[in-house]
């Protein structure tokens, strides 16, 4: 179903987003060593991305504030400025493998890339046999109004890992490896105890066949309905994110508004200045409503 739903050929099965993400890396950096041999391992991550909370995923994570505590980290990571491709090109030199990357950073702040920052780095993959790694554990599934959010940009990544929202709640991630790097997983290279395990994916294949055209198409309008109803409130600055997944600039704190909100019953998260908002995908439009109104009341008190 992932390979019907990506254009990609095969998938590893672990049991979260971070797990998922390792296994990208891993595959990525082997890819490169078959290939070509030793120095080619460093991968390229944007600042303000998040990718886990291991200690090699908290390495790639492009935030200065996950990178106390608990090293030494993971070397071989170099963090570009999104949406920066200038810089991006600088950063590309011979020790690089891949670049891997959010399409809308999540816990960074809600921050859509740029189209042409995105063909950037396909363009670059092609020229320089650097792999495209994206990583879809939040912005995959259905979140963006497409399956995966880089099908919003006309690309097929190399890598791509997915994990949240895939098994409706039970503990599931995947890797998904397109024709480039199929061959790179081999016996012995990788493992999960409990990775596919099928408790966890009957419940991918109940929600993953559930993300049809008209499901996707029926998040794309709810997200129309919530932006514009968002900008016609009355301290709301702007709003970032595509789909159901949305960040609201406003004027005053976040964290107090989100903080009001959860004692009126709603919740919502933040992301540095903005307030977060990850609805269900199949919330209705009554539930919609009540939850925009609260917001709304919370925001203009």
Avoid: W
């Avoid at 933040?270 to 009341?297: M, V």
Wanted: aromatic share 8%; hydrophobic share 40%.
């Amino acid at each position: 179903l992932l390979c019907e739903k990506s254009g990609m050929e095969k998938v590893f099965f672990a049991n979260s987003g971070a797990e998922a993400n390792e296994g990208a890396i891993k595959f990525a950096r082997k890819y490169s060593f078959d290939k070509y041999g030793e120095g080619r391992s460093t991968i390229i991550t944007l600042v303000n991305s998040f990718h886990g909370r291991t200690i090699t995923t908290l390495a790639a994570t492009g935030q200065d504030s996950f990178h106390t505590t608990f090293g030494p980290f993971t070397q071989g990571f170099k963090y570009c400025p999104a949406n920066d491709i200038d810089a991006l090109n600088e950063m590309a030199t011979e020790d690089v493998c891949a670049v891997m990357f959010e399409c809308v950073q999540g816990e960074g702040g809600v921050n859509n890339l740029d189209y042409d920052f995105v063909k950037a780095i396909e363009k670059l993959g092609k020229e320089k046999d650097i792999l495209i790694v994206v990583d879809e554990v939040q912005t995959g599934n259905g979140r963006t109004g497409k399956y995966f959010a880089y099908q919003n940009f006309d690309i097929t990544p190399d890598i791509v890992s997915t994990a949240k929202g895939m098994a409706g709640g039970l503990p599931m991630g995947a890797v998904l490896f397109g024709e480039k790097v199929k061959d790179v997983v081999t016996a012995g290279s990788h493992g999960s105890t409990f990775g596919g395990n099928p408790i966890c994916a009957a419940g991918a294949c109940s929600i993953v066949s559930r993300i049809d055209n008209a499901f996707l198409e029926s998040i794309k309008e709810k997200s129309e309905y919530i932006k514009e109803f968002l900008m016609n409130i009355k301290g709301v600055k702007s709003v970032s994110g595509m789909g159901l997944m949305l960040g609201v600039e406003i004027e005053k704190d976040a964290k107090a508004v989100a903080n009001q909100c959860l004692e009126q019953g709603l919740l919502v998260l933040t992301a540095k200045t903005k307030i977060r908002l990850l609805p269900a995908l199949n919330i209705s439009k009554a539930e919609l409503d009540e939850g925009l109104n609260i917001l709304k009341e919370v925001i203009e008190q």
